[in-house]
Every structure is written in C-alpha cells, then in structure tokens.
C-alpha cells in the first residue's frame, strides 16, 4: 500500500498520552444523530461518486484512500475526512495490529496525514470496541493528548469497515466549529462509503502481495546476476533448489541446461531438453521478438540484461507470462544464464482485480443511471457476464409474502424472464438453498453436483460450472444471483460476486424503500384529496413533497410551484407573517416535535385568510423523521370574532376607566377626582410616590394604577407588606441573602428588589421598617444599589419605588423612630388618600358596583338597593373604609334572598350611638384614656416633650399636637420635670 509522505508538521502524539478524560458516554451523541433533521438522501450524487470511486481504483490504486478521503469531504460537506487503518509496524496495513495509521486526510487536518495512535487510544480504538458507528462531540475531553491538534474537533462521525467479518480501520468526517451538525443521512453515507473503503483495502493488499512477489523475484534477479560473474558454485545450488527457472544459453538459440523448475513451468522434461528441441528462439511468441531484441542489445554493450517481462510458449502450445533476466558468464560472448519467474498467479491475480473492479463500476453505473429495480439489476448482470466470461447471469428476488424468489434479471444466452426457474421456492435448486443457508456455492462439476436437477440441459449448453451467491441485508436475505460458464471457475470468481454483492443487496433495499414509498405517497395522495382540510406533506427539511386539492385549489397553485426551488411562501404568507412564521417554524422542525402556527394565507383571489396549521412527525423504526404531516383549519371566522371581543372589550375597558377612571377604584368625588388627576400626572413619571391614607382606603389601588400607567407596565409589580415581615427577616426578604448568611439560608436567594428590577416595589406600611432597613433602603434611593445579606458586592438595580403608611411619618421623624432623610427621599411626589366619610358622595356607586361583583360571584340576581340601607351607609363613619364597606356588602350578599339588597341596621348600630347620648360618655373616656397616656409619657420623658426620648415621640405625636393637647386637657408637665430632679 502507498505510504502516505508524513508531514513535518507532525505532533507525535505518544508523549502526550495521559489517562482518559470523561466517560465515553460523556461524549457520545450517537442516539441523538437519528433525532436530528435530516438532509433528504441525494442518491445520484452518491452513485455518481462510487462510479468515480472505482474508476479510481482501476485507473490509480496508489492514490485510491486519498480519492476516498476526498470524497468523503465533499459529499457529507465536512471539514476534515479520513481513513484510519489497524497495522503492527506503523505503515503496513495488518488487521491484528496494535496501531492506527493515518494513511489519506482531506481538509483542514491534512497537516497530519502519515501520523497514527496506537490501538486502545482514540475515537478509533473505541469505534471498533463498540463495533458500530458512533458520533462524537468534543473527543478531546476523553483523550486528552488530541488537544494538541488543531484544529478542535467540535463533532466527529466514525465508520468502522470490515474485511471477512473483521475490522481492520475507520472513515471518518470531522466538523470543526458548529455551521453544521451531521445527520441521518451523513451516517447512511458513511457506511456505504464504509464498504467501498473495504473493497478498495483488499484490492490495495492484493496489490501489496503482488509487489512482494515480484520484490521476492528481484532478489533472485540481483543472486542471478552475482552468479553471472563467475560465482558457478551458488549458480548450480540456485539451479539445484528450483526457487525459480534458471536455463544455460548462448546466442545460436540453444537451451544447454535448465532446472526442473524451468522444465516445469513449460511442460517439458529431461529427454527434450537432451535432444535439443527446446530452443529459447522458439518459446518466444512472434509479437515478443522486438522486445528480445532489445534484451540482446543491452547483453552485448553491458553483459547482462535487466528483467522485463514477456510470454513463453508451453509444450502444448498455451501461453505462460513470466518474467526474465540474465548475463553473460564472465569472460563469455556467446553463452551466459537467463533466470525466470512464472507470473501466471500474479497475472492471475491483476485479472481478477480488473474484473473485479469493472463489475463493481458497472454495477454502480446500473444504479446510477437506471429509472427501476429491473433496469437497474439488468446492468448489474450484463457487467457480470461481459467481465467474468459466464454463459449467462441471473438475479432473484425474494417475496417475503410467499417465500419465493422471484427472477428479475437476465443477460448472456438467455435474457427471458419467463420459464420454470423464473420462481424458485426458498431451498428449492441450487439457487433456493444458496438463499436458505446464505452461504455462497460454487462447482466446476454440474454433471455430478446434486443440486443439478437437469444434468442433459447443462451437457447440452456446454456448461460445466456454476457461481452463486446469496443477496443480505443486515441478516435478511433480499436476493441471490448466479452464473454459469463454459469454463471452470476459481474463487477468484465469488471475491467478484461477494464485491458486488453488498451494493446489490443494499440497491434492492434502496429501491424497493422507494418503490414502497411512492406506493404510499400516491395512496396518501388519493386519500388527502378526500379530506376537506388543507393537508401538506412535507420531507424532514420542511420541503413539500405534496399538498392536497384543498390547498391547490385555494391557492391557484400547482404542485410544481410548491416544489420549485423558490421560496413560494414569499407569495403565500402575509408580509407582517413571514419573518415571524418562518423562524418558528425552522426551529420548531429542528427540534422534531409536534407544533402549531397561526399565519394567514392568500387566496388566488388576492385575499387573506386565517390558518391554524399543526404539523406532526412521521418516524421510522430508529426514531428518525422521515416525513412531517401539516393539517391547515380555516380560522378567519374565529379570528374575527376574538377581534371583535377584543374591541368590545377595550371598549368597556374604556367606559369603565371613563367612569370610574382607575380599575376598582370607583367614584366621582371632588377628593378622589383629585387624587387620579395626581396619579395620571405622575405615572409616566419615575419619581418616588408616597401613598398616605387612613387603613382601607385603597392605597394599594392606587400604587397599581400608578404602575399601570408608567412606562414599566410590562414589567414586574412586587408588593411588600413591611408590617407584615419580622424585622429579622425584613433585609433578607428586600435585598436576598447569600448561602450561608444566617443560620437556615443554605442556598442564595434574591431578594424583592432584585425581582423587581425594571419594574416596580410597592412597599407597604413603610412606616414600620426598623431602623437598620431604613438604612439599606435609603441607599437604594440614593445610590441605585443593594447588598445582599453576608454579601460584600453591591448590584445594581432599577426600580421604582412607591411607599404607603397610614402612620403620620413627620412625627415618627420627630419622635426619631423613622430617618428624616429617607422621608424626604420617599416624600417626592405625596399623594393623601382621602377616607370613605370624606367622600360620602361616592358611596352609592360604591355600593352599586360591591353588589353587582358579590352577586354574580355568588350566582344571584340583584336589581335593587332600599333607600333606608343607602341612607344607613351614608349616614355611618366607616372607620375601616372601603376595605369595611367590601366586608359588610358581601356578608349582606350571601345573606341576600331575593332581588333587593339590605342590610341589618344592628351591624352599624354600635356608630350610630355616637350621635346620641353615650356618645358624650364614650368622648369623655376616650379623653381620660388620652390624658392617662400623655401623662404616662411624661412620667418616663421626666417632662420633656420634644426629641428622640421625648413624649411625642413615646407616643408617635408631632411636638406640636402634643404640646396643643397636654395645654387642652390641663396637664402640668414641669411637675414631672420637677420629679426627676
């Protein structure tokens, strides 16, 4: 075999080999190749390049690996392809070796070519552990020492390839970078090319042999020339051994002497050569004599001639190639030692390889070029009768419904495909058992061969041979194929058959595939017509194979305009669509499962219609896509009424902002006209809001309509309740906390801020925040930036703030309970919610729009209030607001029996005796109650008022109300200052 020149270049890579990196099913994506989308099968281009490939072979066996490589590089669009072959010493091919060599590389990684491994290191080495193709990605994970040859493998598909059921090396296709991924059908490439690689192996070790034959008699040429000068005594040993023909001559033409070997390899024995009558001037065909001619002529000027080869006439008249050398004996002109090497094996040999190989490349022209399996098989049989010599060829396919080979091809003296051999039950002749045992069968003997049913018929056509051999795929037999010949046969005969017979059997396979597949395409044609919904089949790459009359009909198109290479969706989807649909649609066909689109269609009419198109795999027995199936529903009707609920909706969306401007938050009131004329002006804005209000006024409506209608809308509304939170837990729920920050945070975890980033916080009960959060919070508003609990990293953040407190925030600043800097950070834009009493006008449409909810919440019919409840509900104070308002409407709707709603006078009876009688007790105990308090706080302040430690602040009061009230109610505070001194 031609060794490869091996780059200077080269990384050796035996120092860098370390232990194995991960696991090999750490790297393998094999399972996932039969996943993938898959390319549609180019089947000429495939046949086209086998055609080409065994032309090579014939033409230029010394290059065929690095053809083959190449090949490989263009028809899977790899980056790098090469071959990988077992050997012992590093370069001879050996199918027990201990290495790999890199005898043909293509593309990128050509640098290496002639390099190797050894055997249990490599992708190779486990390609053949595994004994079936794998697909590797990242390989230098597992095998380290590649990392130093560049360029990185991202994916590598690997073929092993067998001779007599061994394997002996590897293809390989490398993808260097992610442009594109292998598929299905580069894994069925690869394996056919995987058999030719095997063919074109043991045609290169044919040839090996054939060199070191003629190596062998080269060394008997250089001994025969040492013993032409003189060396008589190893002349007559060399004579002696019969190693090869060695004859005395002279120039009259005279044969004086000759070795038994020389006697053999003519036919001639010891008595002919004594009488003379063997002469070399009469072994020597006619069209031989010029070249012996010029063998005299070298002998003459140098005293020997260098061996060429030539025929010699046997004693029977056949011919014999040999090849001949020789010399004058020293100091001679006329007589000297000639020594000859009969080449017949060797011929022998290139003749069968020749036949071989133009078997094989007619084989592959019949595929290439036939239009059906009869055609196609015809070829195959023609190639076997022109190139084997045989009487005639013949192949037969097996009927797996009825056991029985079934004659499809014949060539050479018969050619019909009728008769009583046209069906052969399984077992039945020579042929039926051929399929039966799956064992090829070959004799030079039909007359007393058992399997000859009609020894008459063969005496009388002259045959006396017979070559069969069976037709397999992956165990299964698809087929056999047989000669006879006039002659006898050698085993040389069923290496032919067995080259082609792979091919054969796999392009049956193929064939019948497609066959079977139009059958049902043309089934699933007739029956997709029937169906009254638009049906589309498509090839795994989306490309449409058929649509049905619905879709033809409503475009105007034909099924050669959906087939042709431009785009027809440019025509047929809705311009706004295209973009959108064609992306979804190619990813969601690359990830193989079911999907659905929306996309309007134009009509040949010219106008658009909605679709709702669900698309669905159709996969073989190996999980591979081979077809998708898209079914298409006209929507339009159902998009034109969700068009029309949408408006109808926005609509009333619209009435109801007119009416009651913000979501749930109802009326028509002076004071709440007020507030929503605030909202509106600062929600577009990103200013800080800080919500005041009684509890129940509906502070958290107003926080949400404010996000509403500000430019982070779309973003996230995270609300807080800070009275809500233990104050321990408070910074770990606002700003997150770090793994191991406190005992029981055993992973990171964000806080709201960060939840919040790019939208808004709503932070409830502000008020109530201890002081080390207020802190933290302060920072937030300055700064932009929060730091997790036990972290040391500050994050960016941006969110808007909004705050809400029922407490009074100037006077817990003076009592020093809440930071005066973060009050005016949180106090930019105040909005003061007013209370339900403030707002009386409001309360008939707020109690009109609580029944209408309830009741249909509750499944009831409520269609009037009685006048004395609105009355009663006016005339109330309503010191739990709205939120007290929502409590008592709903308990009065599930109460609710009829059509009129009410309620007991009893539940708001408790306020209404404010305005009588015990009103006037119930004022003056709240006073004594408000006189002990004050008095209490002065008693700890020792008098004083103001300041952190002050009265006011005890008691959460602004100095000057304190001050107001303690002069109100007669409280002496200097007795208390007194005291404490």
């Known amino acids: 075999m031609t060794e490869s020149v091996k780059s200077q270049n080269e990384i050796s890579l035996e120092p860098c080999i370390m232990d194995s990196g991960v696991s090999l099913e750490a790297i393998l994506c094999t399972d996932e190749l039969h996943r993938r989308p898959s390319r549609p099968p180019d089947y000429e281009k495939e046949n086209h390049a086998i055609v080409k490939l065994a032309s090579a072979l014939a033409d230029r066996p010394s290059t065929i690996l690095q053809t083959l490589a190449e090949t490989i590089l263009v028809i899977t669009h790899c980056d790098s392809a090469g071959l990988s072959l077992l050997t012992r010493d590093g370069k001879t091919p050996d199918a027990s070796g201990k290495r790999f060599y890199w005898p043909a590389i293509a593309g990128m990684w050509n640098p290496h070519v002639g390099g190797g491994t050894p055997r249990n290191f490599g992708p190779c080495g486990d390609v053949l552990d595994q004994n079936r193709a794998l697909l590797f990605r990242h390989f230098e994970r597992r095998y380290p020492y590649l990392l130093s040859v560049s360029p990185a493998a991202e994916e590598c598909l690997l073929v092993p390839f067998y001779v007599a059921g061994i394997a002996v090396g590897t293809i390989w296709a490398i993808m260097h970078n992610d442009h594109r991924k292998f598929d299905a059908e580069d894994d069925r490439v690869m394996a056919s090319l995987g058999k030719f690689a095997s063919s074109a192996y043991q045609a290169l070790i044919h040839i090996e042999d054939l060199k070191c034959q003629v190596s062998d008699r080269k060394k008997a040429e250089v001994e025969a020339r040492e013993f032409a000068r003189g060396l008589e005594a190893k002349i007559r040993r060399l004579v002696d051994a019969n190693v090869v023909g060695v004859v005395m001559w002279n120039l009259e033409g005279a044969i004086t002497e000759a070795n038994e070997a020389f006697l053999r390899m003519l036919q001639y024995d010891r008595e002919d050569l004594a009488s003379g009558r063997v002469r070399w001037t009469n072994l020597t065909p006619p069209e031989w004599r010029e070249r012996d001619g010029l063998a005299l002529a070298a002998l003459q000027q140098t005293g020997i001639f260098q061996p060429f080869e030539k025929e010699y006439f046997r004693k029977d008249g056949s011919r014999v190639p040999v090849l001949l050398g020789g010399a004058f004996f020293e100091g001679s002109k006329t007589e000297g030692v000639a020594f000859i090497a009969d080449l017949t094996d060797e011929k022998r040999a290139e003749e069968a390889l020749r036949r071989q190989t133009s078997v094989r490349a007619d084989a592959s022209a019949a595929f290439a070029n036939g239009s059906d399996l009869k055609e196609i098989l015809h070829g195959c049989v023609e190639g076997i009768v022109r190139h084997l010599d045989a009487a005639f060829a013949r192949i037969w396919t097996l009927n797996k419904d009825d056991n029985m080979l079934e004659l499809q091809a014949s060539a050479g003296m018969y050619s019909n495909l009728d008769g009583r051999h046209s069906r052969i039950r399984m077992g039945d002749l020579k042929v039926g058992l051929i399929a039966k045992e799956k064992k090829p069968h070959l004799t030079n003997d039909l007359f007393n061969d058992p399997r000859v049913s009609d020894k008459d018929w063969a005496r009388a056509c002259g045959l006396i041979s017979f070559a069969g051999y069976p037709l397999i795929v992956e165990e299964r037999v698809v087929g056999v194929m047989a000669l006879f010949a006039r002659h006898s046969l050698s085993n040389a005969t069923l290496e032919t058959l067995a080259s082609v017979a792979d091919a054969i059997a796999q392009g049956i396979e193929r064939k019948r595939a ?149 979501e749930e938050i109802v009326g028509s009131s002076f004071e709440l006209r007020k507030v929503l004329q605030h909202v509106a002006k600062v929600a577009p804005m990103d200013s800080t809001v800080l919500i005041l209000g009684e509890t129940g006024t509906g502070k958290e409506l107003i926080a949400r309509a404010i996000h509403k209608r500000s430019n982070r809308s779309a973003r996230a509304f995270i609300q807080v309740n800070c009275a809500a939170i233990p104050s321990s837990l408070i910074a770990s729920e606002l700003f997150g906390h770090e793994k191991g920050a406190f005992t029981g945070a055993l992973q990171r975890r964000l806080g709201r801020f960060e939840s919040a980033n790019g939208g808004t916080i709503f932070l409830d009960e502000i008020g109530e925040l201890p002081a080390e959060t207020q802190i933290a919070l302060l920072r937030v508003l300055q700064e932009r930036e929060i730091e997790r609990v036990g972290g040391n990293q500050s994050i960016s953040v941006d969110v808007r703030v909004l705050a809400a407190t029922h407490r009074d925030l100037k006077a817990a600043v003076a009592a020093g309970s809440f930071r005066q800097d973060l009050f005016y950070r949180l106090n930019v834009f105040p909005i003061q919610i007013p209370s339900l009493r403030e707002r009386l006008d409001d309360i008939p449409l707020l109690v009109e729009y609580l029944i209408e909810r309830y009741a249909k919440k509750a499944g009831k019919k409520i269609r009037k209030i009685r006048k004395q409840t609105l009355e009663l509900f006016q005339a109330y104070d309503w010191p739990g607001n709205i939120r007290e308002l929502q409590n008592v409407i709903e308990r009065a709707v599930v109460l609710c029996d009829g059509e009129t709603f009410s309620v007991d006078e009893t539940w708001l009876k408790s306020e209404q005796e404010r305005q009588d009688g015990p009103a006037v007790r119930l004022a003056s105990s709240i006073a004594d109650r408000e006189r002990e308090m004050i008095m209490a706080a002065l008693a700890q302040s020792h008098g004083q008022v103001s300041g952190s430690t002050g009265a006011a602040a005890k008691l959460g009061l602004p100095r000057q109300t304190l001050e107001s009230k303690i002069k109100n109610l007669g409280i002496d505070k200097h007795r208390y200052t007194s005291r404490s001194a």
């Not at 029937?530 to 490309?543: C, F, M, N």
């Not at 058929?546 to 198109?557: I, P, R, S």
């Not at 658009?608 to 298409?632: C, H, K, Q, S, V």
Request: charged share 40%; aromatic share 8%; with cysteine.
């Open 514 to 662: 497609e066959e079977k597949l139009r059958q049902d395409e043309c089934e699933l044609r007739r029956i997709t017509d029937a169906i009254p919904e638009a049906v589309g089949v498509l090839r795994p790459d989306g490309t449409v194979i058929h649509a049905n009359k619905v879709v033809l009909d409503y475009t105007g198109m034909t099924l050669e305009d959906l087939n042709s290479p431009d785009d027809f969706r440019i025509r047929l989807f809705h311009p706004d669509d295209f973009e959108r649909v064609r992306e979804r649609r190619q990813n969601a066909l690359e990830h193989g499962a079911p999907f659905e689109l929306e996309i309007r269609l134009r009509r040949k009419d010219g106008q658009y219609r909605w679709f709702l198109f669900r698309y669905n795999p159709l996969r073989d027995d190996e999980g591979r896509i081979i077809r998708w199936y898209a079914t298409g529903i006209d929507i339009e009707d159902r998009k034109q009424a969700e068009e029309r609920m949408r408006n109808e909706n926005m609509a009333l969306r619209e009435e109801i902002d007119h009416t009651s401007m913000f």
